[in-house]
């Protein structure tokens, strides 16, 4: 099987295809809502909220530089595309009493946008 096939069914079968997709120069743009709380990239760190360099398979509340709500310390998830996803959708109802002050975001392609630039700094 190519490399593009494989891929294509890995995509699929991970149940990513929809962020897969993601524009990742419409993501970084679309951060720029994020990035009054959030930092990416070398000088990363923790501020109003946590970095989120390497977020995609860190467990939720990880990171040492950031003082995590209660919920989001006992809420058990382990970031991917898909939870990821529903959190920016609708944080507090993903992790009820989450410190995360932020009505979300409805626009899937502007999630999928953001998913695909969170993944360049993995």
């Known amino acids: 099987m190519n490399k ?13 295809y929809a962020y897969a997709a993601g524009d990742v120069a419409a993501g ?10 959030h930092h990416v990239g070398p000088s990363a760190r923790g501020g109003f909220g946590p ?17 995590y709500s209660t919920a989001m310390k006992n809420s058990g998830i382990v970031w991917s ?9 609708s944080p507090n109802d993903v992790v009820p009493g989450t410190k995360m002050r932020f009505w ?3 626009d899937e392609k502007q999630i ?11």
């Open 4 to 16: 593009l096939a494989l891929l294509i069914a890995w995509s699929f079968a991970s149940g990513s």
């Open 28 to 37: 970084k743009v679309a951060f720029n809502k994020c990035a009054s709380c």
């Open 51 to 67: 970095q989120l360099n390497g977020i995609f398979g860190r467990p939720a509340a990880a990171t040492k530089d950031y003082n």
């Open 81 to 89: 595309d898909k939870n990821l996803a529903a959190f920016i959708r």
């Open 104 to 106: 979300g975001i409805g």
């Open 112 to 122: 999928a946008d953001l998913l695909a630039y969170l993944h360049t700094f993995q």
